[in-house]
């Protein structure tokens, strides 16, 4: 077994996050097979921008650099475009794909339905400790982080309500959706940087949180929703200036 240390900020909160963000845990990563750990690390290459959008995967060079054949990398490649990060073209050269801003639009405003439904259906479930865990984890987001170590902590307060949901289904597809968008991550990067945006999504986040607090499912919903709308809308223009 390959193992892979990873080291950052904040442990995942175990009552409310029943899937956890890997890269969110403090402790050694155990990987069963070497096609495990190769697309972990090429996925993350590619969320973290390292690899860009349009740029092809060098096989060769991935495999020598891991330290593993090509046949673990070439399984990991099959896996990625499975997920949708990356895409092969007859040739099978692989690729990390391109989305279009009207794509990425896309995305959000579907995510957008999508979450403010798994907030209101999470409401009605949550409990006391729920509730403490999420709001520890607003305040972990408020402290001194890299962008990709609040990029995580984003992504753990979203994933933790769409768990308390408790409706598979609903989180399959979001899920689907979030691989989909990590391709965009590059047009996010910029957006995090900037100290106000991060200021807006706390404050979003507050009132989200505020509406689980006050079991109003309907509230949490809508503020869940206006909240991902607002962020594409600062992205882009982001993006324009």
């Known amino acids: 077994m390959l193992h892979f240390d990873v080291h950052v900020v904040y442990n995942p909160l175990q009552p409310v996050l029943k899937r956890a963000y890997p890269m969110l845990s403090n402790q050694t990563i155990i990987y069963q097979t070497r096609e495990e750990y190769v697309a972990a ?6 969320t973290e921008g390292r690899i860009a959008p349009g740029e092809q995967i060098d096989q060769s060079s991935l495999a020598e650099q891991l330290g593993v054949s090509r046949s673990p990398v070439r399984d990991a490649v099959r896996r ?3 997920e949708g990060l990356l895409c092969i073209n007859p040739h099978k ?21 999508l979450e403010g439904l798994a907030a209101f259906l ?3 479930k949550m409990g006391p400790d729920d509730l403490q865990a999420l709001r520890t984890l ?34 399959g597809i979001i899920d689907s959706l979030r691989t989909l968008r990590q391709v965009a991550s590059p047009y996010a ?53």
Not at 147 to 163: I, T
Not at 203 to 223: F, T, V
Request: hydrophobic share 45%; charged share 25%; proline share 5%.
């Open 138 to 171: 607003h305040q972990q987001m408020a402290g001194d982080l890299v962008p990709e170590q609040w990029v995580e902590l984003n992504a753990c307060f979203h994933s933790a309500l769409c768990d308390l949901a408790d409706s598979p289904r609903l989180a």
């Open 80 to 82: 990625l475009a499975a």
């Open 189 to 241: 990067r910029e957006y995090v940087t900037r100290p106000e945006n991060r200021k807006k999504a706390l404050s979003n986040h507050l009132r989200i949180l505020e509406a689980c607090e006050k079991r109003d499912p309907a509230l949490a919903q809508l503020e869940s929703e206006r909240h991902l709308l607002e962020t594409w809308k600062d992205i882009e223009s982001t993006l324009q200036a």
């Open 122 to 124: 999470a409401v009605p």
């Open 93 to 113: 050269q692989a690729f990390v794909p391109v989305l279009t801003r009207a794509e990425v639009a896309e995305i959000y405003r579907i995510l957008a339905n």
């Open 41 to 46: 690390q090429l996925r993350r290459l590619i």
